[in-house]
């Protein structure tokens, strides 16, 4: 995406597309060729009536994202979409991530402010991508958010200064790779500040986890004490 292209676009570097929503979009319609086309009752298309389309099928895809602040509305990445930005410095995506499969990946971006209740960016279960270089900051309900049997690998990025749950949450069942990493000054009210992952696996090499705090254990430890 590039906000300071034309209108319309390809997708091509020659003409991008404007916005994520537009690199991003996709159709409901049946394919020529569906195995859903006059197997329902009476000879009927199965499923909702969204028309017949001729298209061709792509397994996965990724959108590379020009530098600038981009916003994260309605977007989500399960047709198999990866995204590789200019770098944490350059390419800034405001909002949540979502849809996140096994086999793509996030790369060479900034994700700030992440504010719904999954936070920054969320993994669903049975999926396992790979987020490298990459700057979780500022989300209000988690940085990254790993849902039960979730596997993503995280390596090389940076969690700092996001708050909800702290930098990392993770269901029980999840198995998260993290390597190469920063994870500070990340807060909770409850268990948590840098990592959250009891009934949870992880796996931790060459991180760097400093100067988070979880308030709730603070309070907990003075009452004790007093």
Same mark, same amino acid.
């Given at each position: 995406?590039?906000?300071?292209?034309?209108?319309?676009?390809?997708?091509?570097?020659?003409?991008?597309?404007?916005?994520?929503?537009?690199?991003?979009?996709?159709?409901?319609?049946?394919?020529?060729?569906?195995?859903?086309?006059? %197997?329902?009752?009476?000879?009927? =298309?199965? !499923?909702?009536?969204?028309?017949?389309?001729?298209?061709?099928?792509?397994?996965?895809?990724?959108?590379?994202?020009?530098?600038?602040?981009?916003?994260?509305?309605?977007? =989500?990445?399960?047709?198999?979409?990866?995204?590789?930005?200019?770098?944490?410095?350059?390419?800034?995506?405001? !909002?949540?991530?979502?849809?996140?499969? $096994?086999?793509?990946?996030?790369?060479?971006?900034?994700?700030?402010? !992440?504010?719904?209740?999954?936070?920054?960016?969320?993994?669903?279960?049975?999926?396992?991508? %790979?987020?490298?270089? @990459? @700057?979780? %900051?500022?989300?209000?309900?988690?940085?990254?958010?790993?849902?039960?049997?979730?596997?993503?690998?995280?390596? $090389?990025?940076?969690?700092?200064? =996001?708050? !909800?749950?702290?930098?990392?949450?993770?269901?029980?069942?999840?198995?998260?790779?993290?390597?190469?990493?920063?994870?500070?000054? =990340?807060?909770?009210?409850?268990?948590?500040?840098?990592?959250?992952?009891?009934?949870?696996?992880?796996?931790?090499?060459?991180?760097?986890?400093?100067?988070?705090?979880?308030?709730?254990? %603070?309070?907990?430890?003075?009452?004790?004490?007093?």
């Amino acid at each position: 995406g590039d906000d300071d292209a034309p209108a319309g676009g390809n997708g091509t570097r020659e003409f991008p597309y404007r916005d994520l929503a537009a690199a991003l979009d996709y159709s409901l319609a049946l394919a020529e060729g569906s195995p859903c086309l006059g %197997t329902g009752e009476g000879g009927t =298309n199965m !499923g909702a009536d969204l028309g017949v389309e001729s298209c061709e099928a792509v397994p996965a895809c990724t959108i590379r994202i020009a530098a600038g602040s981009h916003a994260l509305q309605h977007i =989500n990445l399960a047709h198999r979409a990866s995204l590789a930005g200019s770098g944490e410095a350059g390419s800034e995506l405001v !909002g949540r991530i979502r849809g996140l499969r $096994s086999g793509a990946f996030l790369s060479h971006l900034t994700v700030r402010g !992440g504010a719904d209740g999954y936070g920054g960016i969320s993994i669903d279960g049975d999926e396992s991508p %790979t987020i490298l270089h @990459t @700057t979780v %900051t500022e989300c209000v309900a988690r940085g990254i958010y790993c849902a039960r049997k979730a596997a993503p690998t995280i390596a $090389s990025c940076t969690l700092v200064r =996001n708050a !909800g749950s702290g930098a990392i949450a993770c269901d029980t069942g999840a198995v998260v790779e993290i390597s190469d990493s920063l994870i500070a000054q =990340n807060s909770t009210m409850a268990d948590g500040g840098g990592i959250s992952a009891l009934g949870a696996v992880l796996r931790m090499t060459g991180c760097i986890v400093m100067g988070n705090l979880a308030y709730f254990m %603070t309070r907990r430890r003075a009452k004790r004490a007093a």
